[in-house]
């Protein structure tokens, strides 16, 4: 009957061993001194960040084909059919008159804009 118990009571010394070695660890964790950010660095985050290139937004009611050709993923079919569907008053107009499908508007919505559509020379005089 004894061999029975001392299985068990290597487990629960193991467990007991285990449990102190966690505690101990996040003991250790919750002592470690966290450096303190230097001046420099404080300089750093209060510093402009650098200026990104942000794309210029393409003007469907004035864009040339080729622009709307150049958007990713466009085609010469796609150019056509939104320049023949002008004018926008807004770029969903792109969907909900079926020039194009909900997925690639998704694509392109950050990159175009529904704006005036441009003057012709003449006209600005």
């Known amino acids: 009957m004894r061999n029975k118990w001392i299985p068990l009571a290597l487990a629960l010394a193991l467990?007991?061993?285990?449990?102190?070695?966690?505690?101990?660890?996040?003991?250790?964790?919750?002592?470690?001194?966290?450096?303190q950010a230097s001046a420099a660095r404080g300089k750093a985050?209060?510093?402009?960040?650098?200026?990104?290139?942000?794309?210029?937004?393409?003007?469907?009611?004035?864009?040339?084909?080729?622009?709307?050709?150049?958007?990713?993923g466009g085609s010469d079919d796609e150019a056509a059919r939104i320049i023949a569907g002008r004018p926008y008053n807004s770029k969903a107009f792109l969907v909900s008159n079926k020039i194009i499908d909900e997925g690639r508007y998704g694509a392109i919505k950050a990159l175009v804009v529904a704006g005036k559509a441009a003057q012709p020379a003449a006209a600005r005089k």
């Open 15 to 35: 467990l007991a061993g285990a449990a102190q070695a966690g505690a101990a660890a996040t003991q250790d964790a919750k002592a470690t001194p966290v450096p």
């Open 45 to 72: 985050l209060t510093a402009k960040p650098p200026a990104t290139a942000k794309k210029r937004q393409i003007n469907l009611n004035a864009a040339s084909r080729a622009e709307l050709r150049g958007l990713p």
